[in-house]
């Protein structure tokens, strides 16, 4: 199974807290894995056109890989909240980017009306 939807996920997170390129370092701590390997996942998405990738400089989301990443983040941000909310998980957001990429759109939306409508439930005191 491949990891690479974990940093295009993180690659779209980083984004939106710094300018691009993003540096290796930087998506590596926040997965917790080596900046070589995380220079190498960039290397194969960029081969598949959804990174830019420069050598010492960092990667940018193509728009294609722009697109997958936000797909991913409506998922991440699901989990995060349910792992967050539901099981009170340390590492939730690390957990949830992890598993982004194998909860299907249904499932997703599903766990997000739930957590929605308990929310709910708890504010009118139910």
């Known amino acids: 199974m491949t990891q690479?939807?974990?940093y295009l996920l993180a690659l779209?997170?980083?984004?939106?807290?710094?300018e691009p390129p993003i540096s290796s370092g930087t998506v590596a701590e926040m997965?917790?894995?080596?900046?070589?390997?995380?220079?190498?996942?960039?290397?194969?998405?960029?081969?598949?056109?959804l990174v830019t990738?420069?050598?010492?400089?960092?990667a940018t989301l193509t728009e294609d890989g722009w697109e997958r990443a936000a797909e991913l983040?409506?998922?991440y941000v699901t989990l995060s909240w349910f792992f967050r909310d539901a099981l009170d998980l340390e590492q939730h957001?690390?957990?949830?980017?992890?598993?982004?990429?194998?909860v299907s759109t249904?499932?997703?939306?599903?766990?997000?009306?739930?957590?929605?409508?308990?929310?709910?439930?708890?504010?009118?005191?139910?």
């Open 93 to 102: 957001e690390l957990k949830a980017m992890r598993l982004a990429n194998d």
């Open 53 to 58: 990738y420069e050598p010492y400089e960092g």
């Open 106 to 126: 249904v499932v997703s939306e599903q766990l997000a009306t739930a957590l929605l409508q308990d929310e709910l439930d708890d504010r009118e005191g139910k």
């Open 12 to 18: 779209y997170i980083a984004q939106h807290r710094d």
């Open 73 to 75: 983040h409506e998922t």
């Open 31 to 49: 997965l917790g894995r080596s900046g070589a390997t995380t220079s190498e996942t960039f290397q194969r998405l960029a081969g598949d056109s």
């Open 4 to 6: 690479a939807p974990q």
